[in-house]
């Protein structure tokens, strides 16, 4: 039997191969599986936590999944270790963490960027 974790990895392998699609809604159909997982199993929230933290630290898994899925969770924890890790001096993906941060705020400016999230706002 598969995981929570195992799961979750290989939807994130998933979303990493399928970054470059267009058009098709393959790419957002793959970041709401990870948000189905990660909501259907609420017990696993600090395996989730630590899990998107070491995505915020990597440069394996597209950052889109941590903000598409920050954007309906609000994890606090995220933020912050996000907060941490943005230096703009510093850190090359300073500008992708500001996406996500930016994420947590009431009005979102790449909602648009995502059908799930255009849909709800209506």
Known sequence: MTSISDTF???CVLVALSYDETGDGGFESRLLDILKLVK????ARDLFVEKFKIMLSSRVTPLEVVEFCMRELQWEEV???ALALYQPSINPRSHALAGLISAYEEVWPDEDLYRYYC???L
Do not use: A, I, T, V
């Open 119 to 121: 849909d709800r706002s």
């Open 40 to 43: 259907s199993h609420p017990q």
């Open 9 to 11: 990895d290989q939807l």
């Open 79 to 81: 933020k912050c270790f």
